[in-house]
């Protein structure tokens, strides 16, 4: 049986109704989810039910552990290494884990400003976002690097640098945010 993928309305999907704080998973010191070495951090929950999903354990919201301070203390030292170069946010859906993912975030901007990057996937596109809750649109506003959009089978590519499929894309979120439109990430090429 094949599951259709779900397309929210705007605002449907509620961080606050949905998040039971959990996480996934941590992995800290890898090569593969951004530019650098960086610390992913994988929530839980996601309601988009992409086909194909590579991490389908995560599409629950009750699955993993509760996320904790002393795993946030852990990230924090673990971004301080100085050949780290930043945070990743994926999942599950990091924009549906508000609660989680904002106060991560904001202490990582509080210890090192501007000098750690942030990344996030996210099956939500980019105008999607611009008409979400002001949760997700802080989030998004603490965020360097986002790729947007849902996974598609149809289109997945595994030549593609950072993404699944030829629909997502790899966005500069603070040039974005400034000019008020889409701007993809200068380094973003594909093989």
């Known amino acids: ?9 705007p605002q449907e999907w509620q961080s606050t109704q949905l998040t039971k704080h959990h996480i996934a998973d941590y992995k800290p ?16 929950g996601c309601l988009f039910a ?5 991490n389908k ?3 629950s919201f009750q699955y993993g552990t ?13 971004l301080a290494k100085p050949y780290v170069q930043g945070l990743t946010l994926l999942g599950g859906e990091p924009f549906l884990n508000t609660g989680v993912t904002i106060q991560l975030a904001k202490r990582i901007r509080v210890e ?19 008409m979400e809750t002001a949760d997700k649109l802080e989030l998004l506003s603490l965020i360097d690097i986002v ?17 699944g499929s030829s629909n ?3 966005i500069d979120v603070p040039r974005s945010l400034t000019k008020g439109q889409v701007v993809l990430w200068e380094k973003g090429i594909d093989l």
Do not use: H
């Open 66 to 78: 509760p996320y904790t301070k002393e795993l946030e203390d852990r990230i924090i030292e673990d």
């Open 147 to 163: 790729v947007d959009g849902r996974f598609e089978l149809s289109k997945k590519d595994l030549s593609l640098q950072f993404r």
């Open 29 to 44: 010191f890898n090569f593969v989810d951004g530019e650098g070495v960086r610390c992913s951090l994988y929530v839980s």
């Open 50 to 54: 992409c086909e194909g999903c590579y």
């Open 112 to 130: 090192f400003g501007s000098t750690k990057d942030i990344w996030s996937w996210t099956g939500y596109t980019w105008d999607e976002l611009m």
């Open 1 to 9: 049986m094949v599951r259709q993928m779900k397309n929210p309305k």
């Open 57 to 59: 354990v995560a599409q």
């Open 168 to 170: 997502q894309r790899i």
